[in-house]
């Protein structure tokens, strides 16, 4: 599977946005996350084309939880997306790379205080409400700055997408958002609608991600516009704007097979017209929320195989130089990734191997990986890494994360240091009694 700008050189070996991608990982070490800024750019062009083509007003933001750097938020701005934050560090990041703040929308469950205040001050385009003590909480933060926040009311209309169980939001039995069944999101609507310093726009909702299937997202659509309209009736409010959220699946192997951008954005706008034309409801604008859609596909992480174990008749293990820190998500979402040999692209995949990262446990990064022979020094580039691999990594076993670095013609540059072994120690404190030459003077254990 080549995806994006990936292709095999003369030399055999895999090439990224022009770059050979052994000669990245000699240059700049492993593991290592790179990303094809073409391919990235082409996405969000094409996911905004698929629905501006189609919809008269709609507003795509990238959803920075997949993988957040500024650099990233920069390229973000320019192909004219907005950009969606779950946190004030998101929010932060956004705005240190000078990110529009009207085209910013802070999400999140639990919002702090600090966190409504943050974006009060920045002035972000809107803020989408999760919860009822929320609403009261950034009205109050509103007033006291004396400032009016534009809110979307998060709701979870109880629709089951088929897809991991952890990543499954838009149900009734979920943490998120103000639910359908039972009033809750009515309530919660009347009460944004009569905070003074909130302005109501509109609705949202997340129902889950790497999604394949159609259906659920045109049954959500439907059942947004059927709540704008009973809103409409009985609290007197006026969706303005309708945001459904992201969630569109990737390839992750050769056998994967998501809808294109195109049949996706067909199937949301086509619902959510049908159904607007049956309760004549005007066109609401229409906002998106993509992340693993428009990034996943175009990160790769390259590592350098070590140990080679055969155990004879049941497997052999391959071990790279990263694992679970720089890719928790077969450990959480017994997620499947496929993977090429990038020194040996040519060769035929004759093996069958388990990858194994470094941690102490059992890491499997990919379970019977048809390859050619591996070797110690080889180069192994796990594709699809671009979402939710970078923004999720972890410093467990103190692992330095790995750097990032940014393809395009040839050019390879870096977004993210590598963490260094002085960075795993930046933050620990040592109290005077636990200075290296005190010993301890209290009672020791029995
Ligand atoms: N909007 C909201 C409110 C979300 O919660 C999410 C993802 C998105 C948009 C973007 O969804 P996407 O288009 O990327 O599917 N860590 C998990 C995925 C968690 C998704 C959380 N919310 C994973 O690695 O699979």
């Known amino acids: 599977m080549l995806l994006g700008t990936q292709r095999i050189n003369g030399k055999g070996a895999l090439e990224i946005g022009g770059c050979d991608t052994v000669e990245l990982a000699r240059e700049f070490g492993t593991p290592l996350y790179v990303l094809d800024e073409d391919y990235f750019r082409d996405t969000c062009r094409r996911y905004r084309a698929a629905f501006e083509s189609r919809y008269p007003e709609v507003?795509?933001?990238?959803?920075?939880?997949?993988?957040?750097?500024?650099?990233?938020?920069?390229?973000?701005?320019?192909?004219?997306?907005?950009?969606?934050?779950?946190?004030?560090?998101?929010?932060?990041?956004?705005?240190?790379?000078?990110?529009?703040?009207?085209?910013?929308?802070?999400?999140?469950?639990?919002?702090?205080?600090?966190?409504?205040?943050?974006?009060?001050?920045?002035?972000?385009?809107?803020?989408?409400?999760?919860?009822?003590?929320?609403?009261?909480?950034?009205?109050e933060v509103a007033a006291e700055k004396s400032k009016t926040v534009d809110v979307l009311l998060r709701v979870t209309p109880g629709v089951r997408a088929d897809t991991h169980t952890h990543i499954q939001t838009g149900e009734v039995d979920t943490k998120f958002g103000f639910s359908m069944v039972g009033g809750a999101a009515r309530q919660g609507a009347a009460a944004a609608l009569n905070a003074r310093n909130l302005e109501f726009r509109g609705i949202h909702c997340h129902i889950g991600s790497q999604i394949f299937d159609l259906a659920p997202f045109r049954q959500a659509a439907e059942m947004m516009v059927d709540f704008a309209a009973q809103l409409r009736q009985e609290v007197g409010c006026v969706v303005e704007e309708l945001d459904l959220g992201g969630g569109l699946g990737v390839r992750y192997l050769p056998e994967d097979e998501p809808p294109s951008l195109e049949e996706y954005a067909e199937a949301v706008t086509a619902a959510v017209r049908a159904r607007c034309e049956k309760h004549g409801f005007p066109l609401p604008k229409l906002l998106q929320e993509p992340g693993r859609c428009l990034v996943g596909e175009a990160g790769?992480?390259?590592?350098?195989?070590?140990?080679?174990?055969?155990?004879?008749?049941?497997?052999?293990?391959?071990?790279?130089?990263?694992?679970m820190s720089d890719n928790p998500r077969p450990a959480l979402y017994d997620a499947r990734y496929d993977a090429i040999?990038?020194?040996?692209?040519?060769?035929?995949?004759?093996?069958?191997?388990?990858?194994?990262?470094?941690?102490?446990?059992?890491?499997?990064?990919?379970?019977?990986?048809?390859?050619?022979?591996?070797?110690?020094?080889?180069?192994?580039?796990?594709?699809?890494?671009?979402?939710?691999n970078y923004s999720m990594a972890s410093n467990y076993n103190r692992l330095p994360r790995p750097a990032v670095v940014l393809l395009s013609d040839g050019r390879a540059e870096l977004i993210a240091e590598r963490e260094t072994l002085d960075d795993l120690v930046r933050l620990d404190r040592m109290p005077d009694h636990l200075r290296p030459g005190e010993s301890h003077a209290g009672t020791s254990p029995q």
């Open 59 to 139: 507003e795509i933001s990238f959803s920075g939880k997949a993988f957040m750097a500024t650099a990233v938020c920069r390229i973000v701005d320019q192909e004219g997306l907005s950009l969606d934050v779950s946190s004030g560090g998101e929010l932060y990041t956004g705005l240190r790379a000078a990110f529009p703040p009207a085209r910013i929308l802070l999400h999140g469950s639990n919002k702090s205080r600090e966190e409504l205040a943050m974006a009060a001050d920045a002035g972000v385009g809107r803020v989408v409400l999760d919860n009822l003590p929320e609403v009261y909480l950034l009205q």
């Open 300 to 323: 790769t992480t390259l590592y350098t195989v070590g140990v080679v174990k055969d155990i004879p008749g049941v497997r052999t293990y391959v071990s790279v130089d990263g694992g």
């Open 341 to 388: 040999v990038a020194n040996k692209a040519t060769e035929p995949r004759t093996t069958k191997v388990t990858v194994s990262g470094k941690h102490c446990e059992t890491d499997t990064l990919i379970a019977d990986l048809e390859a050619p022979e591996m070797a110690p020094g080889d180069i192994l580039a796990v594709q699809t890494t671009g979402a939710y």
